[in-house]
């Protein structure tokens, strides 16, 4: 059996709100060594594809987010409101009077994330403290995550063979949706899933991918878990 893993993956704001709120439960990624055809996608197992590397001599890519089983822990626009100098009269007092709280890494900060959170006060002080102010989730630490992921199924396919249902599994909030409800592709005309389409290929061009190239993706689906 093999050993689960756990690795984080970014992901935006509104697709953050989107996980909290149980809409989006899919995310696509490109394929960085591109299938020159389907005959060049391959299997371990249910939820382990893989591509066949051009070059024989080295691995077979998989999907570098994991396999099915595996986890994922969300990467996010944050801030850390520190409280390291408490004691320090320079040191601003912690929001609204409450105690600090105790996070791993003995660490006693308290994180603030940009996709619900209000903006968080921006204070400095002449001594170089490190303040409160929003970071890259680039950045963000491990023990600072809140959202963590259990990959469900990873699979390849092109991302224009992505369907109606999918675009809503990816959070997208469509026109269709708001008119038919939760299985609105079902009756909805082909006007609403052609625009359903447009609204998924708008949020794929948004994080600087190329919708009319069609690459191959990396499709991952998940569910939360308790971190």
């Known amino acids: 059996m093999s050993e689960i893993k756990e690795r984080p993956i970014l992901f935006s704001a509104p697709m953050v709100r989107a996980i909290l709120e149980g809409r989006k439960t899919v995310t696509r990624r490109a394929v960085k060594i591109q299938p020159r055809s389907k ?58 009077g409450r105690p600090t709280q105790r996070y791993e890494d003995d660490k006693w900060d308290q994180p603030h994330y940009k996709a619900t959170d209000a903006e968080p006060e921006l204070w400095y002080d002449d001594r170089d403290s490190p303040g409160c102010r929003w970071k890259p989730s680039i950045h963000m630490p491990r023990w600072a995550c809140r959202i963590l992921l259990e990959i469900t199924d990873v699979r390849v396919e092109r991302l224009q063979d992505i369907t109606p249902e999918q675009v809503t599994a990816e959070g997208v909030s469509t026109r269709g949706e708001a008119m038919w409800g939760g299985q609105w592709w079902v ?41």
């Open 39 to 96: 005959a060049d996608i391959g299997s371990y197992g249910l939820g382990q594809p893989f591509i066949r590397n051009p070059d024989v001599t080295k691995p077979n890519p998989e999907c570098p987010y994991g396999r099915a089983g595996d986890r994922l822990w969300v990467r996010e626009t944050f801030a850390i409101e520190s409280n390291r100098w408490a004691d320090d009269p320079y040191s601003p007092p912690h929001k609204d």
């Open 187 to 227: 009756d909805a005309p082909q006007q609403a899933i052609e625009d359903a389409r447009k609204d998924f290929a708008d949020l794929w061009t948004s994080t600087g991918g190329d919708w009319n190239a069609n690459p191959w993706v990396w499709v991952v689906e998940f569910k939360r878990v308790t971190p």
